[in-house]
Structures are given as C-alpha cells and as structure tokens.
T-cell receptor, first 111, second 114 residues
Framework: TQLLEQSPQFLSIQEGENLTVYCNSS?????LQWYRQEPGEGPVLLVT?????EVKKLKRLTFQFGDARKDSSLHITAAQPGDTGLYLC???????????FGKGTLLTVNP | EAQVTQNPRYLITVTGKKLTVTCSQN?????MSWYRQDPGLGLRQIYY???????DKGDVPEGYKVSRKEKRNFPLILESPSPNQTSLYFC?????????????FGQGTRLTVV
C-alpha cells in the first residue's frame, strides 16, 4: 500500500491569505487525486493529476504534480471562509484499484 | 442525480447488538468500498467489492462483514459491535478500468457503540 504524507496537518489562516498544502510519497504515483471534505459530509473530488509537472487550476485553487510524480501541492489564493474543510490527497495502487488517502490537512479560514 | 446513499446517518447502539448500515449507488459502478474515519488516523478501507459477489478485505476488516448480492447495494454488517468500532463510516463507489476514476462518497454514518 502506498503511503501518502500530508502537511501541514492543521492550518488556520485569515481570509485573504494564501496557503499551500503538500502531499508526498516515497513511491511514484500513477495518478493523484485531491478531495475536499466539509464538516458532516463525504469527500468530494476536486481534481485528478496524471502527468509529471502537470498544473491544473480550479478558480483560486492551483494543483501541481511533481516532475517525478512523487509529490503534489495545492495552493489556494486569497482564501475565503468557504474554503474551510479537510483537504485529502489520494492515489490508486495495485490491481485491486485500492484508493488510499493521506490523513489530510484541516484548513480553517477565519473571517 | 448521481449519488451514494447511506443509512442511517446517525446510530447509537449497545455492545453486541447486531447492526447493518446500508449503502446504495445509482451510477452502475462496479467498485464499492467502505471506509472508517477516525481522528489522527484518516480514512481507512474496511472492505471493498470489485463486482457482484466479489468482496475482499481492506486494511481494517476485523469485526465487519459485507455482501454484494446486487450491483447497486453494498451493506456493512457489524455482527457484534464493540466500543472500538465507534467511528464515522463512509461508503464509496467508482468505475473500474483505470486508476484515476472519481470516487463518489455517501454522506457518512456516525456510529456510537456504548
């Protein structure tokens, strides 16, 4: 099973600030997904990155996949209270299509 | 609307009393799985199913059973619940075929075993 390390574990910032969270592994990812989980809800997919060096943007969120496909980052510009939630990275490994999650970064954006 | 439906959302039960958490998806997905989410431990897979009548253990299967008699349903059964199974449970479904398909999650079941 591929281990995904996320950092930081917790992040509390003021509205309008920028932030970056990270997802790392000692193994190469075939692809990597980012999910957001809001309180009381299940995780929801934000993006999938597949190619080394790939950058994807989703409004104020920018996702980057490392050139060696062993790490990924999520950058949020001008964070808003609506961005509050648990951000999870996940990757599929093995012939059984197992989706393994990192432990997540809990982001709180204060008004 | 594409969705995964879990029931119940909240459940308080006593040690040893058998319970079932239901999960149903309307997307004709082959792959379904159950996770539990605990503080500091993240989401851990309990069981998964790659298709009807095909189930297998995930990372933390002890104390749980599943069945997959129909493609859309994947119930989680706790034959004799214990307090260490108090957790937030999620059912998820995905297409198979390649590694980057989206996982759709239910809204979760918060289980308390006293």
């Amino acid at each position: 099973t591929q281990l995904l390390e996320q950092s930081p574990q917790f992040l509390s910032i003021q509205e309008g600030e920028n932030l970056t969270v990270y997802c790392n592994s000692s193994s190469v990812f075939s692809s990597l997904q980012w999910y957001r989980q809001e309180p009381g809800e299940g995780p929801v997919l934000l993006v999938t990155v597949v190619t080394g060096g790939e950058v994807k943007k989703l409004k104020r969120l920018t996702f980057q996949f490392g050139d060696a496909r062993k790490d990924s980052s999520l950058h949020i510009t001008a964070a808003q209270p609506g961005d509050t939630g648990l951000y999870l990275c996940a990757s599929v490994s093995g012939s059984n299509y197992k989706l393994t999650f990192g432990k997540g970064t809990l982001l709180t954006v204060n008004p | 609307e594409a969705q995964v439906t879990q029931n119940p959302r909240y459940l308080i039960t006593v040690t040893g009393k058998k319970l079932t958490v239901t999960c149903s998806q309307n997307m004709n997905h082959e792959y379904m799985s159950w996770y539990r989410q605990d503080p500091g431990l993240g989401l851990r897979q309990i069981y998964y199913s790659m298709n009807v009548e095909v189930t297998d253990k995930g990372d933390v299967p002890e104390g749980y059973k599943v069945s997959r008699k129909e493609k859309r349903n994947f119930p989680l059964i706790l034959e004799s619940p214990s307090p260490n199974q108090t957790s937030l449970y999620f059912c998820a479904s995905r297409r198979t075929g390649h590694s980057n398909t989206e996982a759709f999650f239910g809204q979760g079941t918060r289980l308390t075993v006293v």
